[in-house]
């Protein structure tokens, strides 16, 4: 049996850490009318969240058409829970904009009470998550701290400290994801996970292992502990992802499967 996390997070009645893991489909529009055609892509295959890569976003530097724009996408995406990422290009992000200004976006989308979730790298620093954290007392947002590794799989001790560390700076969700070398490496993702999840953590968490080795992370990762995986609608935001139909038909075979004599 899946195990839940002890405190779930609840956004638009959408439990996070709950009974079964969710899927969420990453919006990577660089133009905005590409931003509303992947929206309306994704209300047919309705994920349980949306993201919104606003990194991707050929205007990611000019905040009052990002807000605009963000205003519109609620509208257009009604009550299906948005995460807001800005992504900074030491962890894979696609704009080299400075801290200043990233803060200065992501404080002023906050602040709209349009987005649900921020995710805020780690390696941002105390000072820049104390400051979105201040910003989101005035808000109903939750707050992702993340960790992304595209070159290799840290040890299951790092792995497990960086989820720690991510809520003992206050996030509500913890994340980390990693690229495999091997097999092992993924398996060292999975039993990081369950470790975290069973032991150290109250929290929601976020994990997996990116590329096609790690493909098995996001169909099964539910099982061990991790509680959104991310999938494809037709562009994908990581190495590895799955068509959100493939990952939803899978997760619901191991969520179905019954026990019984070998």
């Known amino acids: 049996m899946r195990q839940k996390s002890r405190e779930q997070v609840i956004i638009r009645d959408v439990a996070i ?5 969710l899927i969420c489909l990453p919006l990577l529009a660089k133009q905005k009318s590409d931003l509303f055609e992947q929206a309306g892509q994704a209300k047919i295959v309705m994920p349980d969240l949306l993201e919104w890569r606003v990194d991707c976003f050929e205007q990611a530097e000019d905040k009052d058409v990002c807000l605009q724009s963000l205003r519109e996408l ?3 995406i009604g009550s299906t829970p948005l995460i807001f990422t800005c992504r900074s290009h030491l962890e894979g ?6 801290e200043e200004k990233r803060l200065e976006l992501i404080s002023g989308a906050l602040m709209t009470g349009d987005i649900d979730i921020v995710d805020i790298e780690l390696s941002s620093g105390v000072d820049f998550v104390d400051s979105i954290k201040k910003i989101m007392e005035q808000t109903r947002s939750r707050l992702i701290l993340s960790y992304h590794n595209f070159e290799k799989t840290p040890s299951e001790e790092f792995i497990v400290d960086k989820l720690v560390q991510a809520e003992e700076m206050g996030a509500d969700i913890a994340k ?3 690229m495999p070398e091997n097999n092992r490496d993924v398996l060292t993702l999975m039993s990081a996970t369950d470790r975290a999840r069973t032991t150290f953590l109250r929290i929601p968490i976020v ?3 990116m590329g096609s080795l790690g493909a098995v992370t996001r169909l099964a990762g539910g099982q061990f502990g991790s509680d959104i995986t991310f999938a494809t609608g037709a562009v994908s935001s990581a190495p590895g992802q799955l068509a959100i139909a493939d990952v939803r038909m899978v997760m619901d075979i191991l969520r179905q499967a019954p026990g019984g004599a070998v």
Request: aromatic share 0%.
């Open 93 to 98: 992000g696609q704009n080299t904009m400075t």
């Open 74 to 76: 609620r509208k257009a």
């Open 176 to 178: 980390v994801a990693v």
């Open 17 to 21: 850490g709950g009974e079964k893991p």
């Open 207 to 209: 994990t997996m292992s």
